[in-house]
Each structure stands twice: as structure tokens, then as C-alpha cells.
């Protein structure tokens, strides 16, 4: 029985493509192995490989002029490799600090580059407007994160950097909506929300920003020495792109990226719905900035949220524990989640109120 | 129906691991969930990564003053994490060369250190012995390859560095026999031959050698920053990790190193006592420096190597072509290949050979 899992990654996967997964884990295309078991440059995997690549290029309309990079290290890698790769020693960088997610992105950009403050969240839970922003005009890049997974905040525009290049951390919304990535110089994600299992991440990157690194970067870390083997410098990890390429099936299937974000849309509404309905759970995000992707709530009675917790598990509502530094409840609704999910969810936390007024 | 694979990395994974990934894939331990859709930190993904390390510990014999620590970026990003880790700018480094992967990691090396070549194969295909190494005497650390997958070269004993900590690159040999690990400084392999799917990378750390990583080093990629985290610093590749415990478990259920490293001698004499029974088949490696884990060899008739790998799959024998920069065939042995898949390798070359002659 699956459950519905909420988890805000790791997380849930459509049940179709583990299916597939599962089907042919012993025995790939006919090939007497699985799809792990094979050379990274044999022609079967180059095949997945590229038609992967090719699948996100037209799920997400990416301009030729941009290279896609299947890489490893997280996205955590990411807030060294931007400044290592974009940035020449004792640069200026504009970052915008959103919350967890925006900060540790700063904390490290910091050993690298002179950071300069473009905007933050002011303490409150909401991404700063276009006009409360104020880049340094001399940076090498500008750098956001969208969407912030802890505090469930998402920014429902992109800034205008006046021609420096925007740099965006999408771990957690990259697929989640339609997107003009010509408006970007860089964006990354970690795969394990909305792409596939942990240990991929994607960098979408201008060409024009590959070739910049500095002489320390590892080798295999550089954007350009990857760019230029097609993500095959060292041994990627294959099942992962594997997978991801099939959630890249099945998202084409669902329709693409309208489709989901339609769909995202309506799940997202139909929770905080639930939520600002109730009396006992509170989403303390400012509304313009409410995250689709993940759902924060607490209870007005912080003493019911173990309860909480185990009933929606008994449920098969599981993953629903907030991030542990800030706490409360978080429903993560990424594409792979159900609208049937999300009807349960409510269902549930209906009843739950009844049952404890 | 199962191929016997003979494939250089990503390689065979025993199929008892791959039937229960299969079993559980939709549905882990009755959670509704895979163990890729869950979080990292949950107290059951907690105890799959714990119970690797303990058990990965039992089967190394790995004396408690080492970390061991689980990674990404593969052995080649570890080829310029180990001098940003081990070695301050302008650093002594010993690195000692017997063919393709030795000469990537020193050309990594030299990018960051000064390289010091304490030995090489030169020109011959072989591991060079102690009384030929001259090392620097002011090294960090020395480092070498015990197994060279491309040409199929095997150290057969530990290089003695006098106090100079040894780092090993163990990719295509850890856990194929038995090893005195308290012998080592640092020895790291990525998963995707003896361990399990590509994109993890174990590092097994003397702990005196961590927290002394370069400003400059990544701090997603620091020694000490991870073994503080537990490899938990950012989000792991938990389906890997899995999968490697899996592996591990199979590994004590098969006797441990001992058994498996006995059973390895085994498939190595083999294959090795059909080439050499042959006038078809040759291999050019000394034969003190023979390969238990990649054995290579070439056709008299190079014309015929095609018809080989043609004829190989069509016996359900695949993975066989030799690496792109030396041609030829190469039959990897690593642990979850069975005895059986080399006697009908063997088979199959001795009847390939009665029909060209």
C-alpha cells in the first residue's frame, strides 16, 4: 500500500515510474542487467542520457545558448561551485537572504567573494518586493532562492537585475510551473524533490558564463570541463539520471509543466484553504509569498502536534513533520503528490479538528 | 534471464541485492514509500546509513581512529579533494605512476601541490616493487593505484612510505580480499564496482589527516565538516547508500573478504590459465602484477575482436570490450560476478578458438 508521503525530499516519486523502475531493476531493455549495472558510456545509457536531457530541454523550453550539466554534490555543492565557477577572487556578489536556505548559500559564498546584501526577508515570512531591492550595480551575478522549503516562502516574480546575471537555487521549485529560463544566467536544483532520487543535481547555465572558473576549482566541478563531455567527464550517477529521465516522461505525459503548475496551483489552494478555514492550524506566510510547494501550519495547541503527527501517519499521511529548526507541520506538494493526496490531507485535518476542538 | 557481466564500472551487483530492491522498491519496510522518497534524517533512513558504516567497519576490520565517510563526486573528484584536504599550497606530494588513473589523479595533484614522482611502471605494464620507489622524504602523503582497471595491473603489496601517510585509490579492489587498513593514511573508492550504483564515494580517513582542509575547499566536500555531520552535512544519495548496506550484508552472508577475496584468486587463475593456455588470447601484464580484478587481453587476430564481442553477448557473456584508450577485451571479476560466469567465459573462449583457428 503506498502512502501518500509528504516528505519535503527525499520525497515522494510518481508511483508510475518506480513501477517501471521495479519492472526492469534485474533485467533493462532486454540487456540481462540492470540499467546500474552498465557502462556509463555504453550506447544504451548514452541514450537515456541524452534523451533525458532533451526531455527537461523541452519540458522547460531551454534556450540553445544554455548548457545542462547532470552533476553530483547537491545543491549544498552548488554554493561553493557558483562563486568558484562564476566569480574571480574578491569579487562582489548580490545575494538575497530569504530565509535557511538563502542564508547557508550566503554563509559560503562568503569565503569566496565580498557578498552584498540586495534584500532580505526583514524577519517576517515573505520574499521582499521588487522595489525593496538594492543590488550593488558591480556584482558578478545576483542570487535568489525562490522558493525557501523550511519557512515554505516563494517568490511570485522574478527580480529585474538590470543585466547582471541572475543565479537561482530551484531545488524545490524547478518543474513546478512554467518558467522563462532566458531570464536566468544559472539555475541549479538537487534532484530529490521534484527530478528524482538524491545525488543528481541539474545546472542550467548560459554559455556565456561557462570558462570563468577559478584555477582551484576540482576539475570535475568546473562547468565548462563538464559542458564540454556532455556530463560524462568522471562516471555520473547513472541510476539517478536514469530516473530522472523517466519523471521527465511522465511529467511530458501529464501534460508538462502548464499542466503540473495548473495542477500545483490547485493542490496548493485547496490546503490553505483547509488551514485558513480552521481555527486550529496557522500559516504564518505573508499571502503573497505562500509557497506551493511546501505548506508550513502550526497548531494553536503546540501540545496536539505529536498527536498530530501519528494520526495522519495511521492515516497514510506520512512526512508531515516540520523542518526541525523551525518546527510545526509541513506538507510538501511536489508534482509526484497526488490531488487525491492533498483531498485526504484536508479530510483528515478536518476531522482531526473536530475530534480535538 | 541474467547476463553474466563482465562490465568495468558501473559493474554487476549480486542479484540477491537487486531481487530484494526490487521487492521493496514501492513499498520500504511497510513505510508506503521507497527508501529513495524518504528524508535522509528519518529515524529508518538513520539506521539503514548507520548499520553500512558498522557493517562496512566489521568487514574492513577498520580500526576506530578512521572516519569513514560517505560522498559524492566519485574517485575523480576525490583526485583533487585529497590534496585540498591533505595538503597546504606549494605542498610536497609522492605520487607514484602505473598508468591511466595514477596519471589523472597526478595531474589533478599537480594543480594544487607539488607532485614528486616516486615511481612508475615505465613503460611496462606492471606494478613497479619497493626497492625501485624513491620517495621525496618531504611528502604530505603518498599516494598510488594498487589496481589499475584499464590495463589490469595489481600491486601485490603495500608500498612502505615511512611515516609518510599512503592514500590509496581503492575503486576497483576495496573489499575484494583482505587489507591491513591501519597501513593506510586514506583510501577512498567510488561505489560503482565493488560496492554498489555510481555516485557514491566512500573515503575511509585516518583521523589525524582530518581538519586540515585548504580556505579554499568546498565545505560540503571538507573531511572534517562531513564526519562532524555524520555524511549527513547536505542531503546524501540515499538510494546508493542503500544499496551499498544491501551489498555489505551480502558480503558477511558470502564469508566476508576472506571468502570472497579466496573466491577471487579462484576466477582470476581461471581466466588467466585459459588465456595462457591459448595461442589466441595474450595477456602483456608481468605476471606478479596480474589484475584479480580486470583481466585484459587481446586477440592475435585483431580482426576478430569484433566477432568475439559479438559472439560473447550472444552467449549471454557482456561488458567485455576493453577501455576506448587501449582496445582489446577486458573481463572485470569484481565480487558479484560468480564462479560460474568464468568457467562459461572460459568455455566460450576455448570453443571461440576451436572455430577460428
Redesign the interface.
Known amino acids: ?3 501518500f ?1 509528504f ?7 510518481p ?1 508510475e515510474v ?2 517501471q ?2 519492472d526492469e ?3 533493462w531493455r532486454g ?4 540499467v ?7 550506447p544504451s545509457f548514452v541514450e537515456v542520457a541524452t534523451r533525458a536531457e532533451a526531455d527537461l530541454r523541452e519540458l522547460m523550453s531551454i534556450p540553445k545558448n544554455y548548457h545542462v550539466l547532470f552533476m ?6 552548488q ?3 557558483v562563486p ?1 565557477n562564476l566569480a574571480p577572487p574578491r569579487a562582489t556578489v548580490d545575494y538575497i537572504d530569504t530565509g535557511h536556505w538563502s542564508q547557508k548559500a550566503i554563509a ?1 559564498a562568503r ?2 567573494c565580498e557578498v552584498h546584501l540586495a534584500g532580505d526577508a526583514g524577519g517576517s515570512y515573505g520574499a521582499p518586493p521588487q522595489d525593496e531591492l538594492r543590488f550593488s550595480g558591480r556584482a558578478c551575478y545576483a542570487h535568489y532562492t525562490p522558493n525557501e522549503t523550511i519557512s515554505g516562502v516563494e517568490y511570485r516574480y522574478i527580480p529585474e537585475t538590470h543585466g547582471v546575471p541572475l543565479v537561482a537555487d530551484m531545488s524545490s521549485s524547478i518543474l513546478s510551473q512554467p518558467l522563462d529560463v532566458s531570464k536566468f544566467g544559472l539555475i541549479y536544483a ?1 534532484a ?1 524533490k521534484n527530478i528524482g ?4 543535481t541539474l545546472v542550467i547555465v548560459r554559455d556565456d558564463l561557462v570558462g570563468r572558473a577559478r ?2 576549482t ?4 568546473d562547468y565548462k570541463a563538464i559542458a564540454d563531455q556532455q556530463s560524462m ?8 539520471w536514469y ?1 530522472a529521465g523517466l519523471v521527465f516522461k511522465w511529467l511530458k505525459k501529464a501534460g508538462g509543466v502548464r499542466a503540473i503548475g495548473e495542477r500545483n496551483r490547485l493542490k496548493a489552494e485547496m490546503l490553505y484553504g483547509a488551514i485558513d478555514d480552521s481555527r486550529l492550524y496557522k500559516n504564518s506566510v505573508a499571502k503573497d509569498s505562500r509557497s506551493r510547494m511546501n505548506v508550513t501550519f502550526t497548531l494553536s495547541d503546540v501540545g496536539l502536534e505529536p498527536l498530530f503527527l501519528e494520526a495522519a501517519g495511521e492515516a ?1 499521511l ?2 508531515l513533520k516540520g523542518h ?1 529548526v523551525v518546527g510545526g507541520m509541513r506538507a510538501s506538494l511536489y508534482n509526484a503528490m497526488p490531488i487525491e493526496g492533498v483531498e485526504k490531507l484536508c479530510a483528515f485535518m478536518r476531522d482531526f479538528e473536530r475530534r480535538h476542538p
Do not use: C, K, W
Request: net charge positive; no cysteine.
Open positions: 500500500m503506498r502512502a508521503n516528505s519535503p525530499g527525499p520525497a515522494v516519486l508511483t518506480l513501477e523502475a521495479r531493476l534485474l533485467d540487456s540481462g542487467a540492470s546500474m549495472e552498465i557502462s556509463h558510456r555504453s553530483q554534490g547537491g545543491a549544498s555543492a554554493f561553493s561551485l568558484l559560503e569565503r569566496y538537487g530529490q532520487p538524491s545525488g543528481l584555477a582551484e576540482p576539475r570535475v566541478f567527464l568522471n562516471t555520473p550517477p547513472t541510476f539517478a530516473m497514510g506520512t512526512g526541525r
